[in-house]
Nanobody, 115 residues
């Protein structure tokens, strides 16, 4: 089992920035991927970004050029730097851990972009 603890959500004005963190603990194998998804009210959960332990990165089309995913393998922690935030980025953001032995979801952190 892998446990995930997310932090960093909050209320921000349009054009502002936030940084989310996701710390993994438990049965964390060296080869894994950590991803962010988001879910707005009344919508399905959607892919935001992913980073593997080898450093491969991919983004959803709606966040390319504005969001940056990174990770610290020594801390088993992934980060999502969100810049130029828009009202349509408002959602609950979930961290996802994927390995050969486990797949886990965090509890989610609310991001609200509003003036």
């Amino acid at each position: 089992q892998v446990q995930l603890v997310e932090s960093g959500g909050g209320l921000v004005q349009p054009g502002g920035s936030l940084r989310l963190s996701c710390a993994a603990s438990g049965s964390v194998t060296s080869e894994n991927a950590m991803a962010w998804y988001r879910q707005a009210p009344g919508e399905s959960r959607k892919f935001v970004a992913i980073v593997t332990s080898e450093g491969m990165i991919n983004y959803g089309d709606s966040v390319k050029g504005r969001f940056t995913i990174s990770r610290d393998n020594a801390k088993n922690t992934a980060y999502l730097q969100m810049n130029s935030l828009k009202p349509e980025d408002t959602a609950v953001y979930y961290c996802n851990f994927i390995s050969a032995l486990a797949r886990s979801w965090g509890q989610g952190t609310q991001v609200t972009v509003s003036s």
